[in-house]
């Protein structure tokens, strides 16, 4: 997408462009990791010009995507890259937008970053849709599968503690599920022995568990072959044609 094409975007569509058009915030993300600075500059024009809404929330109560503040984590990363999104992670309003670009990155930084946000988490909300939760998800989808990023045993490390202390403290069935299948990206020993010694309820949690431990093992076994980039962008492409 060019420099204009987005602009196109933003003012052409089903939606007034205050509301962004036709523009959704995978156009925006997708726009500003391969513009960078040029394209944060697009976008803060694009939002000042069109007075995208930082909350989405409507007059009369309803809601559209709050382009506003996506824009601001977005410029930050066009900008900084994940250095900029940091200082976003600690503000509440804010939090989750630098979540969502940080889950399109797919870097070790970006995953680090994660990892240090996840390090402090209070872990006691139940909506999933919190910046804890939704930072542990980000890092389920970046590491628990074949095709995710490429990291070392600390790193695995820092995830497991992350997950062991996240599960202690989650007050959903759902969530708890959710610590389970992010363990999968720590595919060491230590996890695989803290996930077979745990005692779970609910069939749910339980078939998280087993899929853990499957997965694990498989990732552990000496014949396991991590697929080569061209293999991972087949696993991404047939993951996303079944999405």
């Given at each position: 997408m060019n420099l204009n094409a987005l602009a196109r975007k933003a003012s052409k569509g089903?939606?007034?462009?205050?509301?962004?058009?036709?523009m959704n915030v995978e156009d925006m993300i997708r726009f500003v990791r391969v513009h960078g600075a040029a394209g944060a500059d697009e976008i803060d024009r694009?939002?000042?010009?069109?007075?995208?809404?930082?909350?989405?929330?409507?007059?009369?109560?309803?809601?559209?995507a709050p382009f506003a503040s996506?824009?601001?984590a977005c410029a930050?990363?066009?900008?900084?890259?994940?250095?900029?999104?940091?200082?976003?992670?600690?503000?509440?309003?804010?939090?989750?937008?630098?979540?969502?670009?940080l889950q399109e990155e797919k870097t070790l930084e970006s995953i680090q970053a994660l990892l240090g946000y996840c390090a402090s988490a209070a872990w006691q909300s139940s909506d999933a849709m919190h910046p804890d939760w939704r930072a542990l998800s980000a890092l389920n989808l970046l590491?628990?599968?074949d095709d995710g990023v490429k990291v070392e045993q600390a790193v695995m490390d820092d995830l497991l503690?992350?997950?062991?202390?996240?599960?202690?403290?989650?007050?959903?069935?759902?969530?708890?599920?959710?610590c389970l299948w992010t363990a999968r990206g720590a595919p060491t020993a230590k996890a695989l022995a803290w996930l077979q010694a745990l005692e779970v309820t609910g069939a749910d949690v339980d078939a998280a568990r087993t899929t853990a431990i499957k997965s694990?093992?498989?990732?552990?076994?000496?014949?396991?072959?991590?697929?080569d980039a061209k293999a991972a962008r087949q696993i991404r492409r047939a993951r996303a044609a079944d999405v």
């Open positions: 089903p939606a007034p462009p205050a509301y962004g058009g036709s694009l939002c000042a010009q069109h007075g995208w809404l930082a909350n989405g929330l409507l007059p009369d109560g309803t809601r559209v996506w824009a601001r930050a990363f066009g900008r900084r890259g994940v250095s900029g999104l940091r200082p976003l992670l600690v503000d509440p309003e804010l939090s989750g937008f630098a979540i969502a670009v590491l628990s599968f503690r992350i997950v062991v202390a996240a599960f202690d403290a989650a007050p959903q069935p759902f969530l708890s599920s959710l694990v093992r498989r990732r552990l076994a000496p014949d396991y072959r991590a697929p």
